[in-house]
C-alpha cells in the first residue's frame, strides 16, 4: 500500500476488490491503522448508488463529530497562512451562496 496511500484503495481492498493486496504487509499495516482509528466500524452500503468514497467520509464526519460550522470556528488554528485562510473562506462561502 505505499505506493498508493489513498482511502478508495483501501476501501476496494477492504471490500474485497483489490484481492492481491489481502496478504500485502503494507495493506495489513493499513488495517490495523485503520482499525486503531475506528474505521473498521465503517459499513458500506453495497445497495446505493452512493460512492464508497463518499460514504467512507460521510462517517469519518460523524465518527470525528466534524461540522462545517466546527471547521468555520477552528478555521484560524486549521490554516495558519492567512492567504489559505482567505482562500478557504472563499471556498466556504461560495458553497454557502449555492445552498441559499
Known sequence: MQSAPC????ILAK???LEHLRNDEG???????MSALGFNNIKFN??????????FWKQFDALYELT?????????????????RAAVQALMDKHQDKIE
Not at 47 to 53: D, I, M, N, R
Not at 75 to 82: F, N, R, S
Request: no cysteine.
Open 7 to 10: 482511502v478508495n484503495i483501501w
Open 46 to 55: 453495497h445497495h446505493s448508488t452512493e460512492p464508497l468514497e463518499d460514504q
Open 68 to 84: 462545517e460550522a466546527g471547521m468555520k470556528e477552528d478555521l484560524e488554528v486549521l490554516t495558519v497562512d492567512p492567504n489559505n
Open 27 to 33: 495493506f495489513q499495516a493499513t488495517e490495523r491503522v
Open 15 to 17: 471490500n474485497g476488490q
